[in-house]
């Protein structure tokens, strides 16, 4: 294996709702930490109410702390392209703005390198019967969110009618889908 692999990276990406991307991540193999936040934005330390407002420019992101020996970048790419609609743009179902944007926040050149390829690779392939709008930007500083968000299916379940009709599901088709990767 390669030497120069760190022994934890990280990745921060924005698929609509952070309570979903969050609870998918959380299962995944190699995958040490999963942060609930925002990112993208030109407001300083931003509140849950101010970006669902719109006006921060920030993204519902998930910030994923991973360990590269157990798990790549790529393997994280192909989790997200493959739970959440890549092609909508702005909106992630019921959920519309742009802080529900589909984004990869890219830490370094390769991160962004290997993005763009995907997303390539993706629409040549005729995976999505439309193109990919997701959103390649550099990332900036990440505001974790309020603590009642970390962690959010795991402590309320189907106590919120959300959680039982969108968050649940997609945790459901990852399993599914990639039941090799579980932890």
């Known amino acids: 294996m390669n030497s120069e692999v760190k022994e934890y990276s990280v990745a921060t990406l924005a698929g609509g709702c952070f309570w ?3 609870a998918v991540f959380q299962q995944l193999r190699g995958v040490k930490t999963v942060e609930s936040g925002y990112m993208g934005g030109h407001t300083k330390n931003p509140t849950y109410k101010e970006v669902c ?4 420019g920030h993204a519902e992101v998930i910030h994923i702390t991973y360990d590269a020996k157990k798990t790549s970048f790529e393997e994280l790419l192909e989790v997200f392209f493959k739970t959440h609609d890549p092609t909508t743009l ?3 179902g019921g959920d519309v703005g742009t802080q529900y944007r ?18 390539k690779e993706l629409d040549a392939s005729g995976y999505y019967p439309d193109p990919i709008v997701t959103t390649l930007e550099p990332a900036t500083e990440f505001y974790i969110a309020e603590d009642y968000h970390q962690n959010y299916l ?3 379940g189907d106590q919120n009618p959300y959680c039982t009709m969108v968050v649940r599901p ?14």
Do not use: M, P, W
């Open 53 to 56: 407002t719109g006006q921060t």
């Open 90 to 92: 702005n909106r992630q």
């Open 20 to 22: 979903c991307t969050e």
């Open 102 to 119: 589909s984004a990869v926040f890219y830490h370094d050149q390769k991160q962004k390198l290997v993005t763009e390829g995907i997303i």
């Open 154 to 156: 795991n402590k309320t």
């Open 170 to 183: 997609k945790v459901e088709k990852f399993k599914k889908i990639f039941a090799d990767k579980l932890k």
